[in-house]
Nanobody
Framework: QVQLVESGGGLVQAGGSLRLSCAASGNIFSINAMGWYRQAPGKQRELVAVITSGGPANYGDPVKGRFTISRDNAKNTVNLQMNSLKPEDTAVYYC?????????????????WGQGTQVTVSS
């Protein structure tokens, strides 16, 4: 299993910045991709940003140019720097990891989620 622990959410005024962090732990063999998704009340969960172990980052259209994702492969952490925040960025932000896990029966690839952290942007 993989545990993902998020931190850094909170309340900020429009135009402000926040930084989210997520640390992965557990019987991890490797992490293929780490990223952030968000879900606002009454809406579906959507991609914010994702980054693979050695490739470029991909961003959801609403956050392009404002958010930056970064990853430390050695520490199994991923960060999301959010600038120029808007009220429509208000949501619960979830950390996600696609990882190979070492189990008794061998390795398997799983899709893991954090518990979520609230980001609220006031106008």
């Amino acid at each position: 299993q993989v545990q993902l622990v998020e931190s850094g959410g909170g309340l900020v005024q429009a135009g402000g910045s926040l930084r989210l962090s997520c640390a992965a732990s557990g019987n991890i063999f490797s992490i293929n991709a780490m990223g952030w998704y968000r879900q606002a009340p009454g809406k579906q969960r959507e991609l914010v940003a994702v980054i693979t172990s050695g490739g470029p980052a991909n961003y959801g259209d609403p956050v392009k140019g404002r958010f930056t994702i970064s990853r430390d492969n050695a520490k199994n952490t991923v960060n999301l720097q959010m600038n120029s925040l808007k009220p429509e960025d208000t949501a619960v932000y979830y950390c996600n990891a696609v990882a190979q896990v070492v189990a008794v029966a061998g390795r398997y690839t799983g899709n893991f989620w954090g518990q979520g952290t609230q980001v609220t942007v006031s106008s």
